[in-house]
């Protein structure tokens, strides 16, 4: 069964530093979305790429975050510099196409700990 | 403001015994509905979702949901749990009204299953 990779699986960094995580969807799958996820909370969509393309990056932090997806295939997210508050589970998932009537398959995610 | 509100935090049941999660969206028109599973280690799985029609849906691992209007709710339901079903479980929505389609999660449930 096809399924959503992420990497690393689990990442602990200093402050300041720069950190990235690398996301493969879904073969065949054109929509990728970033997810945060703080302890003890529902998920929050960061940003969402159609393609090579951004549609949505509204509550992505600009000045320290920046997620690219080149080829349209798979996608790193950057922060650099790694704070403190970033310590999150981020998710990577994938769809079809846009809109609700496609399905979002998730990978495991990447747990980041900022020391 | 929209929300999606999950008033449970924490609920414990016991092998075998019915469960019933809380959901209540605050939005301007109904909003596509989803609930959505997250077992330890792993991404999150949809487990049902509701656009239109019969307000009792059916999903996977034996869960159901109904819609009430009257109530602005989405609550899931499963006659009899499994141990399997420890797990943290998110309702979230996609207002179908606005610029920004994308999920909204809300803070999760997390369900401890008791032998």
């Known amino acids: 069964e096809a399924e959503v990779a992420q990497s690393p699986r689990y990442k602990i960094t200093e402050k300041s530093q720069a950190v990235a995580f690398w996301c493969d969807p879904i073969?065949?799958?054109?929509?990728l979305y970033w997810y945060r996820q703080i302890l003890g909370q529902g998920p929050e969509l960061l940003v969402q790429?159609?393609?090579?393309?951004?549609?949505?990056d509204s509550q992505l932090p600009k000045d320290r975050f920046s997620a690219e997806r080149l080829k349209g295939v798979d996608s790193t997210l950057k922060i650099q510099p790694a704070e403190l508050g970033d310590s999150a589970m981020y998710l990577c998932?994938?769809?079809f196409g846009r809109g609700p009537y496609n399905e979002q398959f998730f990978g495991p995610g990447t747990r980041l700990t900022v020391l | 403001a929209q929300s999606v509100t999950q008033p449970d935090i924490h609920i414990t049941v016991s092998e075998g015994a019915s469960l019933e999660l809380r959901c209540n969206y605050s939005?301007?028109?109904?909003?596509?509905l989803f609930w959505y599973v997250q077992s330890p280690g792993q991404g999150l799985q949809l487990l049902l979702k509701?656009?239109?029609?019969?307000?009792l849906v059916q999903g996977i691992k034996g869960f159901e949901a109904e819609f009430k209007r009257s109530q602005s709710s989405f609550n899931l339901r499963k006659p009899s749990v499994h141990w399997s079903d420890a797990a943290e479980y998110f309702c979230?929505?996609?207002?179908?009204?606005?610029?920004?389609?994308?999920?909204?999660f809300g803070q999760g449930t997390r369900l401890t299953i008791n032998p």
């Open positions: 998932a994938s769809s």
């Open positions: 073969s065949g799958h054109a929509t």
């Open positions: 939005y301007g028109a109904t909003p596509y």
């Open positions: 979230a929505v996609t207002p179908t009204q606005g610029g920004a389609q994308k999920l909204v």
């Open positions: 509701y656009f239109s029609g019969d307000t």
């Open positions: 790429f159609q393609d090579e393309s951004v549609v949505d």
